[in-house]
């Protein structure tokens, strides 16, 4: 499993945690998440940067009014369309 892969599956898996109402658990797997995210992005082009501080600002707006599910989106769909899009063919 390359790197890319791994951070596409923690993302699915923090959302699951989110959607199960275990938002400490899956609150710190999203520090980790970004945290092992934020290489990768760093090697992607300009405007996948860009959007990547939108996502982000969007997600952590959601974690401070616990809005779980809608975050929930966020890592499962956004996230990863972002890193896709970023990712060379």
């Known amino acids: ?9 923690d993302a699915r898996e923090c959302a699951r945690l989110f959607r199960l109402g275990r938002d400490v658990e899956a609150g710190l797997a999203m520090v980790t998440l970004i945290e092992s995210a934020q290489p990768l992005v760093e090697r992607m082009p300009g405007e996948v940067s860009s959007s990547w501080s939108e996502l982000l ?4 707006d959601d974690q401070e009014a616990q809005n779980w599910i809608s975050l929930a989106d ?7 369309q972002l890193l896709s899009a970023g990712q060379p063919i």
């Open 1 to 9: 499993m390359t790197e890319f892969e791994k951070v596409i599956d």
């Open 57 to 60: 600002a969007l997600m952590l």
């Open 74 to 80: 966020y890592l499962e769909y956004e996230w990863v």
